[in-house]
């Protein structure tokens, strides 16, 4: 079965980090385009990054410079690395897998307050 | 960055009503559109991709159509698990964006 399983998330003050991380199983996670996507508490939902089987990753505006998105491969597992965390991006986070968005994780929810 | 402009926002409708929820993205997208169904507390559902790929194990009463930059989701029967939020998402180009969002609500 495929499936997605986020951790990782929790609460952190202004300014912390924190990793979030999505375990990948019944599939490799070398062969797929991979997302994070964010939703604050009753909103709509943000994709955050990407990374593409080749390596290259794209990156929400909003946190550019700050989040970082990578795998590790002998792992099966996918990273969001969130430095620099301010209260905007309290929300909870899934990753998602290929273009289209075809399986997502339960979701992680990260609070950023002090 | 395209923007996606999902209407309504909100639809009241009845078991058995056919319900039609649209998307306009600000420059084309070719074709390159998802639509998910997301019930409270639980993670997006993908629905239809490519505009009118049907996900395997959707129901067929979910149907996609549209081209360029306009996009239409229809539900030709609504059924009572249906009643939840939709949204519309390109991913033609990054940033990837997603349609606000319409509350499927029961009449």
Known sequence: EVQLVESGGGLVQPGGSL???????????????????????????????????????????????????????????????MNRLSAADTAVYYCARRYHYDTWGQGALVTVSS | DTQMTQSPSYVSASVGDRVTITCRASQSVNNWIAWFQQKPGKAPKLLIYAAHILQSGVPSRFSGSGSGTDFTLTISSLQPEDFATYYCQQANSFPHTFGQGTKLEIK
């Not at chain 1, 390596?55 to 990273?79: L, M, W």
Request: charged share 20%; aromatic share 12%.
């Open chain 1, 19 to 81: 990793r979030l991380s999505c375990a990948a199983s019944g599939f490799s996670l070398s062969n797929f385009d991979m997302h994070w996507v964010r939703q604050v508490t009753g909103k709509g939902l943000e994709w955050v990054a990407a990374l593409n089987t080749d390596g290259d990753t794209h990156y929400q505006d909003s946190v550019k410079g700050r989040f970082t998105i990578s795998r590790e491969i002998a792992k099966n597992s996918f990273y969001l690395q």
